[in-house]
């Protein structure tokens, strides 16, 4: 049981460029999320999906896009890189949605990405 | 806007030493509440909820005052293992089922020998 998997640990981007973030979970858990991590900043939602085929933007989703084709992944894409989004990003999961007491959020170990 | 304030920290605290962190919320609705641990450069993980008659699990003792809109968390005993950044957590009911939580900024904790 590997839990939340992201991949890549880490890249550097040009400006414009783009990438796929990926995030797998094997929990079976139907709730999914991307955050990133700014220094010094709380956490911010991107977007989330609450099942397969379901998703919908967070507090800050511009820039970003999302797709939930299977209940394991959960890919985060950029289009055209910028560098204000140069951050770390976290993708998690849970099983019945954080806000539950019982259901916690479970984090991969994050992408920093570095946009230049 | 939904807004969880901490004080940033760092508190610095030799071992043994007991210590505790505030966290305000701005929303009155927010129904549900953590703190969440996060190592350096290392995801975060639930450490505990916090439930309305207050809670402990062994160190660690938190609160929630719904009047004064704040929780805290308290630490007896401290281990160097405890030095991390703790997150404030408050998730607020939208009404349609709820999946966003609002994370503060974070305490950081330092634990000296």
């Known amino acids: 049981n590997a839990g939340v998997t992201q991949t890549p640990k880490f890249r550097i981007l040009k400006i414009g460029q783009s990438m796929t973030l990926q995030c797998a979970q094997d929990?079976?858990?139907?709730?999914m999320y991307w955050y990133r991590q700014d220094p010094g900043m709380g956490l911010k939602l991107i977007y989330y999906s609450v099942g397969a085929g379901i998703t919908d933007k967070g507090e800050v989703p511009n820039g970003y896009n999302v797709s939930r084709s299977t209940t394991e992944d959960f890919p985060l894409r950029l289009e055209l890189a910028a560098p204000s989004q140069t951050s770390v990003y976290f993708c998690?999961?849970?099983?019945?949605?954080?806000?539950?007491?019982?259901?916690?959020?479970?984090f991969g170990n994050g992408t920093r990405l570095t946009v230049t | 806007r939904k807004e969880v304030e901490q004080d940033p920290g760092p508190f610095n605290v030799p071992e043994g030493a007991t210590v505790a962190f505030n966290c305000t919320y701005s929303n009155s609705a927010s129904q549900s509440f953590f703190w969440y641990r996060q190592d350096c450069r290392k995801e975060p993980k639930l450490l505990m909820s916090v439930y309305s008659s207050g809670n402990e699990d062994g160190r660690f003792t938190a609160q929630l005052n719904r009047a004064s809109q704040y929780i805290s968390l308290l630490i007896r005993d401290s281990k160097l293992s405890d030095s991390a950044t703790y997150l404030c957590v408050v998730n607020e009911d939208s009404g349609a089922g709820s999946y966003q939580l609002t994370f503060g900024k974070g305490t950081k904790l330092s634990v000296i020998p």
């Open positions: 929990m079976n858990h139907n709730y």
């Open positions: 998690a999961s849970s099983y019945r949605g954080g806000s539950s007491y019982n259901s916690p959020l479970h």
